[in-house]
């Protein structure tokens, strides 16, 4: 019974490596996959049409003094299989596999003069659209790695596993457009709730006091001989009581000197005195042209705007909008004074 239990737990832990080899294979040189059994199995998918490049699996293991077989079954598989050293990449065997229908099995002897460490490489891919599928066993002096727990290398997600809703192919074009499902009002609803703060709700232990007055009382009016009051609203909290209003004292007429007085005018403020304006200092100044002929123009500068000689034309533009233009043939001297 005990040896029946042992022989089924060992090849429970056989067909758990043999999954985990089939698995989990690298694709990085610096993070090989550790070959924990004599047999590994793999499956290469096919490329899409224009994708010429090659899929890249990397396994390390272990080789002590003397020969190492490596057997080979491959299916649809076109590619090379390589053996290095780990220490070095020093090329000891390799495999050129080309396709076929049926499987195809082939294997290489490698000698060792010492124990050392070995890295197998697969490179190749599938001739159609079909998988390819390869299974290596191991024998001679092959050391099996122990199982361990390694870091992952780096992973690069597919596009089927990008939640963008666009998925593209190997090459970059556009294979299918994944329409977003749409939100539900429940699923909306609870995310308003959530994102809203909580109203902060008032202890029900605490009693709200209502605010009761007592409801007000008319009286009668109250006479004395001298003031008179009245007593509007009287309750056992407050009680109000209006006064009659005050007569304003009696004042003797003012003379004849008080009204006058009063009805004086106020004095009249003196205006602000005129502002002198300041004079042009260009006033002085004048623009004189003088002819051939003896008539001589003169003109104020701050009465012209701009002159200047242009195409043989002595052009004078006043401010007011005149024109004045003279031949330069004709003109002797212009002159500023």
């Given amino acids: 019974m005990r040896s029946a239990a042992f022989k089924a737990i060992k090849l429970a832990v056989l067909i758990t490596c043999v999954v985990f080899g089939a698995q989990a294979q690298s694709s990085d040189q610096n993070f090989p996959t550790p070959v924990t059994t004599n047999e590994i199995a793999g499956t290469i998918r096919a490329r899409d049409i224009g994708d010429a490049r090659l899929t890249t699996y990397f396994y390390a293991f272990n080789g002590s003094q003397g020969d190492v077989f490596i057997n080979v079954v491959s299916k649809n598989f076109a590619g090379d299989i390589d053996v290095f050293t780990a220490d070095g990449l020093r090329p000891l065997t390799k495999m050129v596999i080309y396709p076929d229908a049926s499987s195809t099995e082939t294997g290489r002897l490698v000698y060792l003069r010492k124990p050392e460490k070995m890295l197998l490489r697969i490179e190749g891919r599938s001739p159609n659209d079909d998988a390819a599928s390869f299974r290596i066993k191991f024998g001679g002096s092959f050391v099996a790695l122990a199982p ?41 609803t609870e995310i308003a709730e959530s994102t809203t703060p909580p109203k902060e709700k008032k ?59 009063a009805t004086k005018a106020p004095p009249k403020k003196t205006a602000n005195p005129p502002v002198e304006k300041k004079s042009d200092p260009l006033a002085s100044i004048r623009l004189v042209v003088q002819l051939k002929d003896g008539d001589v123009i003169e003109r104020p500068m701050s009465e012209v705007s701009r002159f200047g000689v242009e195409k043989g034309i002595l052009t004078v533009v006043l401010k007011d909008g005149t024109v004045a233009k003279y031949s330069i043939l004709d003109v002797a001297k212009v002159t500023i004074e």
């Fill in 148 to 188: 361990q727990k390694a870091d992952d290398g780096p992973r690069i997600e597919s596009s089927e596993t990008i939640e963008s809703g666009v998925r593209v192919n190997s090459v970059g074009t556009i294979v299918e457009i994944i329409p977003k499902p749409p939100k539900t009002k429940k699923a909306a």
């Fill in 203 to 261: 202890a029900e232990s605490e009693p709200v006091a209502e605010k009761t007055e007592p409801a007000p009382v008319k009286t009668e009016e109250a006479k004395t001989d001298d003031t008179k009051s009245e007593t509007v609203f009287e309750n056992a909290a407050a009680k109000v009581t209006v006064a009659p209003p005050k007569t304003a004292a009696k004042r003797p007429p003012r003379t004849t000197a008080q009204t006058a007085k």
